[in-house]
């Protein structure tokens, strides 16, 4: 039995639920997969695995195994990137979960690019809105707007998205043009909720202008938990939006999208990456984190350097 094999086909089992689906992320036969857990389980004389006709379930002494299994496979990794002739090529499985807008407007059209620049890091992309449990999830790192708030990981700075209040021209023709923000709560004006991941509730929004400071966060008759719905929501004259400047930009431009009440000023949203505090970050991972930095760079830099 070969050990590198037989701890991988047992981890991307973990992951994925399943052996069909490890066999295929392996290029591997299923019953190679089996074959190969079955072997590492009559080695260790331990059931790592439960396994019912619906899906695969890792026991608890499979669970601390795995988190073994896990940390031996990347430090193979960064031992055979750090070598000279590998360090400029890290190579390897990164699992990130990023916002749907993030991914669909800027990563994954610049990700040809890093593909380029790194071919053999591969990347499983989760794109979501959600909360999601980077440890449980066995997760690298997720991309996220607002503070980080799970004391229990690392977290990087990476930008500032710069907000605005915006409205599409069939609404304001329906319901007329707000002059002032507070119009949004006090009239038959509607916005559009957005639901937080990590309260599961539509929280105000603070604007500011000459010393004035107002918390707004206005009537609404739809509510998602989805970017990218939020903002098809807006394009349709739904209600009112706050959205960052780059998913606005392009509809400004267009004529789809009108910006209000710009003599008053919002609180850039940060945006982070985090990951597991690790003993050390892999050479993959690092790669990647640094790569994402630079392209916020060009989008939404961080304004005050102090805060990373």
């Known amino acids: 039995m070969d050990r590198f094999d037989a701890m991988q086909a047992f981890a991307r089992v973990v992951e994925t639920g399943s052996f069909t689906k490890a066999a295929e992320t392996l290029h591997m036969s299923k019953t190679t997969v089996t074959q190969l857990v079955q072997q590492i389980e009559a080695r260790l004389r331990?059931?790592?695995?439960?396994?019912?006709?619906?899906?695969?379930?890792?026991?608890?002494?499979?669970?601390?195994?795995?988190?073994?299994?896990?940390?031996?496979?990347?430090?193979m990794d960064d031992a055979e990137t750090s070598l000279s002739a590998a360090a400029s090529?890290?190579?390897?499985?990164l699992r990130v979960d990023v916002p749907s807008p993030f991914a669909r407007m800027i990563l994954i059209p610049a990700l040809p690019a890093f593909h380029e620049q790194y071919?053999?890091?591969?990347?499983?992309?989760?794109?979501?809105?959600?909360i999601v449990d980077i440890l449980g999830?066995?997760?690298?790192?997720?991309?996220?707007g607002g503070e980080i708030t799970d004391q229990s990981l690392m977290a990087r700075r990476i930008g500032d998205l710069q907000l605005g209040v915006y409205?599409?021209?069939s609404y304001l023709q329906r319901l007329g043009t707000p002059v002032h923000p507070r119009e949004l709560e006090d009239s038959a004006q509607r916005t559009v909720g957005f639901l937080w991941a990590r309260t599961g509730k539509v929280l105000p929004y603070a604007l500011r202008r000459n010393g004035e400071q107002l918390q707004v966060q206005g009537r609404h008759v739809l509510a998602v938990d989805d970017g990218n719905a939020y903002l098809a929501a807006g394009l349709?004259?739904?209600g009112v939006i706050w959205l960052p400047d780059y998913m606005a930009k392009a509809h400004e431009a267009k004529g789809e999208l009108v910006r209000l009440f710009e003599d008053w000023q919002l609180d850039p949203m940060?945006?982070?990456?985090?990951?597991?505090?690790?003993?050390?970050?892999?050479?993959?991972?690092?790669v990647f984190?640094?790569?994402?930095?630079?392209?916020?760079?060009?989008?939404?830099?961080?304004?005050?350097r102090s805060h990373t």
């Open 89 to 93: 090529l890290p190579r390897g499985r």
């Open 46 to 75: 331990v059931k790592l695995l439960n396994r019912t006709t619906r899906k695969v379930a890792v026991t608890a002494d499979g669970a601390v195994f795995y988190e073994r299994v896990v940390k031996l496979l990347n430090d």
């Open 289 to 304: 984190i640094e790569w994402v930095a630079e392209l916020m760079v060009l989008h939404a830099p961080i304004h005050d």
């Open 167 to 169: 409205a599409a021209p």
């Open 236 to 238: 349709a004259g739904l």
């Open 137 to 144: 999830e066995h997760v690298d790192c997720v991309v996220r």
């Open 270 to 286: 940060p945006m982070y990456v985090a990951f597991p505090p690790n003993r050390h970050i892999s050479i993959k991972l690092r």
């Open 119 to 130: 071919p053999d890091i591969q990347i499983d992309m989760g794109v979501s809105d959600r």
